[in-house]
């Protein structure tokens, strides 16, 4: 399972980088070319937008896996260890599973199969817009495969007396 997670870890955080790094250059020629150059260039603000969406749908399922998704904590804190914090904890991570599996992968692969049978193509870079939200069902599976991560992680360490939400807090 470390193996698993640890290769799912390090797609991520390339990926992310990568993406990260390419907006970043993307918008500094966007600058360049509108306040330097006579003409600004075509592309870059759909770039942008198309790059930021990737970058918010891999970092949200990064956040599923390093379980820094948003949460509201008070009630597993206070159960940590016992049972019921083990049960609540069981159940957000199959809500996880639930919505990545029906939101994001069944919904996603809707939609990048609807917008590739139109045929639609975004107006600055020509690409087919169905691609561009292929990072939905990515992102869902990734997600899916860190809920199943967790739950297992988690009953080990109950299993093994393991009072601590977390593996970290270790």
Not at 47 to 74: N, T
Not at 102 to 108: A, C, D, E, K, S
Not at 123 to 138: D, H, N, R
Request: proline share 4%; aromatic share 8%.
């Amino acid at each position: 399972m470390r193996v698993l997670r640890t290769s799912i870890d390090r797609f991520l955080e390339c990926s992310l980088v990568m993406l990260m790094g390419i907006a970043v250059l993307n918008v500094l020629w966007q600058v360049f070319t509108r306040y330097i150059l006579p003409h600004p260039s075509s592309f870059t603000h759909e770039a942008a937008q198309y790059l930021l969406v990737w970058i918010s749908v891999f970092g949200a399922g990064y956040a599923v896996g390093s379980r820094m998704h948003l949460a509201i904590d008070l009630l597993p804190a206070s159960l940590a260890g016992r049972r019921a914090g083990v049960a609540l904890e069981l159940l957000i991570n199959l809500c996880i599973l639930l919505f990545a599996l029906l939101v994001l992968v069944i919904g996603g692969l809707t939609l990048v199969l609807a917008l590739l049978e139109r045929g639609e193509t975004s107006a600055a870079l020509g690409l087919k817009v169905g691609y561009v939200y292929t990072c939905l069902p990515v992102s869902g599976i990734i997600m899916i495969l860190y809920a199943i991560l967790n739950t297992a992680e988690r009953i080990r360490r109950f299993r093994h007396g393991g009072a601590s939400p977390h593996p970290s807090d270790h």
